[in-house]
């Protein structure tokens, strides 16, 4: 099973950047499709983006295409996610999530999780 530990969060203003990152321990982190998701206040838990085990593949929710880069270094095993012009709507604690098998954007398909890391974005 892989851990997940997700930093990188933080308080920033509209427009601004943040880097969230998510280590993962224990077996085969290059065996696992790797997703980021959010969940604001009061809604349920939504996808951001995603990526294959070998980084080729990715996706990402239109709300954040153009904006966000999702990236891997399996020799690291770390997941990382690259912010850019960050709204209010941005807001939320997000997670980083493991499954193995190919990259889903269906936070029900991922069965492990990161405990989350808090990014506001303030307008």
């Known amino acids: 099973q892989v851990q997940l530990v997700e930093s990188g969060g933080g308080l920033v203003q509209t427009g601004g950047s943040l880097s969230l990152s998510c280590a993962a321990s224990?077996?085969?982190?290059?065996?696992?499709?790797m997703g980021w998701f959010r969940q604001a206040p009061g809604k349920a838990r939504e996808f951001v983006a995603a990526?294959?085990?070998?980084?080729?593949?990715?996706r990402y929710d239109d709300s954040v295409k153009g904006r966000f880069t999702i990236t891997r270094d399996n020799a690291k095993n770390t997941l990382n996610l690259k912010m850019n012009s960050l709204k209010p709507e941005d807001t939320g604690v997000y997670y980083c999530?493991?499954?193995?098998?190919?990259?889903?954007?269906?936070?029900?398909?991922?069965?492990?999780w990161g405990q989350g890391t808090q990014v506001t974005v303030s307008s």
């Open positions: 224990g077996r085969a982190f290059s065996s696992y499709a």
């Open positions: 999530a493991a499954r193995p098998g190919g990259l889903n954007t269906s936070p029900g398909l991922y069965g492990r």
């Open positions: 990526i294959s085990w070998n980084g080729i593949s990715t």
